[in-house]
């Protein structure tokens, strides 16, 4: 029986093996070829040409065309395109996006895209056996992500934003024309919202609002939020809850609040929240004639401090550290007025510089430098008298050209300050009086309206008003830091600079 068995057991083994040989033989008969596919070429309008990468602007239909081959023939190819909104890259470069959605089933690609951004657009080409697939990003932009921004007002009280729209940085400004200043993109963007009054404008830097921009406006006694790429208006915020009868006039951001000053010198503080200003409001005590935003460093990153002079009681104070608990400067004022302030020196340790003359006495000026302050959480030691506090007296030969009314512009570059006055730009090395100023006047009949300094420190944008011009009343001047040489200018190309600054894609 045994050997039965396994005469039985190497029959069926071999009878295995041959039917094994007959399937690895030479036949086709079991196999079935597939048609594998590959995208050959992707193009359109706006696709660079690494075909990885393409630029669209918001709300314009853009077109992608996909072509593919399939090895063989006769059977039909079909299209899928999807996308997502990428919210952020990790530190690895890779996005972190929206779930992607279908948007087309077309060969070729037609899409308004609605928001301001990058997006990741996947195309499937697939047909029976299987799919291939094409990743590529899209940029949308709507012309207002980088460029030199300027607010302003005509005669009756009507505001508009001028903007110079750039491609990849400042300087590219001192390419630019005239004719490259759009006189009024609020009223093309915004045709809803009718800006009047306006008086200020700022770019929340800390906080859930980080780069929005706000605009004021006093005679709506409210602030606008704009998208920080579109410039399109995302809310009306009203300014009411902080004081019945508000009168607004300037706002400086302060970590997540915003503080308000009123044209009584007033200045109200309030949480900006997802409905408006929150009703706990703070900062009501600090009255001044002036509110500047004072920028430092936390984490890494700039924030914003208002700072206010008020000479009614002799003192300049602060308000913004966590405890929302006001510091100022005691009696190191006493007897004096406050002509203007700023901040200088480093980015995380900047000291506050206060020019101050006596009441009676025009024949001399004083200028106070506090210790450099390296904690923002604690403001106290913005006026302690400690390692690299300085105070110096100065004698005038002549009448002080500073005065409440002048921008005071710190450039770290060459450590220096620019101020203005009438028609003229002072290049102020504060560590040495004032006898040594450089200075320069403006071409033509403008007064100097606001200042600001581009990103490198390179150069001074400086706004103007000329009141006799015909047309559109206001210009902008560029002049480089080193030594206010006037590199660019830009005539008529606004109503009357109220602020201005350069904003860079966020």
Known sequence: ??????????????????????????????????????????????????????????????????????????????????????????REGKPQMDS???????????????????????????????????????????GMERGLMVLSSDDAGKGSLTFCSVERGANELLQAKAEDFEPDAWARINPDYELVGARDMVVMDFGNYKNSVFVLSASRQCMYELDQNSLLV????????????????????????????????????????????LDDRWGTKMKGIKLYQGVTMLDGGPISIPIVADNENERVEVYGNINKTPVNSGSDFQGRRIVNFALVGFPDSRSLLVVSEPKNNPDKVW?????????????????????????????????????????????????????????????????????DSHQTSLPGNGEITCMAESPDGEYLYVGAYDAAAAGLKGSVYIYTTKDLQLVKSFIGITDKPLKLFYKDKN
């Open 1 to 90: 029986m045994k050997k039965i068995s396994i005469r039985l057991l190497l029959l069926l083994l071999g009878v295995s093996a041959g039917m094994v040989s007959c399937i690895h033989d030479d036949t086709t008969g079991f196999v079935k070829k597939i048609s594998e596919i590959t995208i050959t070429k992707v193009s359109g309008e706006g696709v660079d040409e690494d075909k990885k990468y393409a630029v669209a602007e918001v709300m314009v239909p853009v077109r992608i065309e996909a072509e593919a081959e399939q090895t063989l023939e006769g059977y039909e190819l079909s299209y899928e395109w999807k996308t997502g909104f990428i919210k952020e890259y990790d």
């Open 100 to 142: 992607l959605g279908l948007i087309s089933e077309s060969k070729i690609l037609e899409h308004s895209f609605n928001r301001v951004g990058e997006f990741l657009v996947r195309l499937r080409v697939y047909n029976e056996f299987g799919s291939t697939f094409y990743y590529m990003t899209v940029e949308v932009k709507a």
């Open 234 to 277: 995302l809310r009306k915020i009203d300014l009411t809850i902080l004081q019945k009868d508000i009168k607004p006039v300037a706002l400086v951001p302060c970590r997540m609040n915003m503080a308000v000053m009123t044209e009584a010198g007033q200045v109200v503080c309030s949480e900006l929240g997802q409905f408006g200003l």
């Open 367 to 435: 200028v106070t430098i506090y210790q450099p302050m390296f904690n923002v959480d604690y403001y106290d030691e913005m006026f302690k008298k400690e390692s690299g506090y300085q105070e110096n007296e100065y004698s005038l030969s002549a009448p002080l050209t500073l005065d409440m009314q002048s921008d005071m512009v710190y450039n770290r570059q060459y450590n220096v300050m620019f101020y203005n006055r009438g028609n003229t730009v002072y290049r102020w090395r504060y560590t040495s009086g004032f006898s």
